[in-house]
């Protein structure tokens, strides 16, 4: 089959890029499209959730007038997914943009004492990583405050984190 539709008159923006990431927030760019009506303004839609907007989505941000924009009041150590489109008349609007994704940075410790529940069994909560050199006899895993485990209560929650070394044989 074949179908025949007009060209559209406004073009969504490509390469979207971000820059200057942080903790709480990030400078998204894009290049506007060079082809078609010349955009008055864009909308951002971000999630974090990949589900991609619709064309009648409501934008997160609208009436962004130049090709970047700083999103900030955003959540630590978490993996955002970015759409932007053109708007070329109150009526006409361009499709979103390829997906983009980009996760936060850990926050800084900046309060001593502190302190960690390692909460859930099997999972190093965000930002942590447990590592062990190749051949090393010491391995962590965040396991289950039981008497198996050799723990009668942890400071918190239900689990903690545990470094135990075996014989390599």
Known sequence: NVVYEPIPACNEPTNVA???????????SWDAPTAGT????????????????????APTISGVVSPNFTLTGLTSATQYYIWVRSKC?????????S????TTLCESVTTYPYTQGFNTVGQMPACFVASSLTG???NWEVVAA??????GAP???????RMYYYLAS
Do not use: M
């Not at 997906?99 to 980009?102: D, I, S």
């Not at 039981?146 to 723990?151: E, Q």
């Open 89 to 97: 008349s109150p009526t006409d609007s361009s499709s979103w943009s």
């Open 18 to 28: 971000f820059s200057n990431l942080s903790s709480t927030g990030v400078d998204v």
């Open 38 to 57: 010349a955009p008055l303004s864009y909308s951002i839609y971000y999630s974090t959730t990949n589900t991609a907007p619709t064309l009648t989505t």
């Open 99 to 102: 997906v983009k994704t980009f």
């Open 146 to 151: 039981d008497a198996t485990h050799g723990a």
């Open 136 to 138: 090393s006899t010491y």
């Open 155 to 161: 400071a918190e929650g239900a689990a903690f984190l």
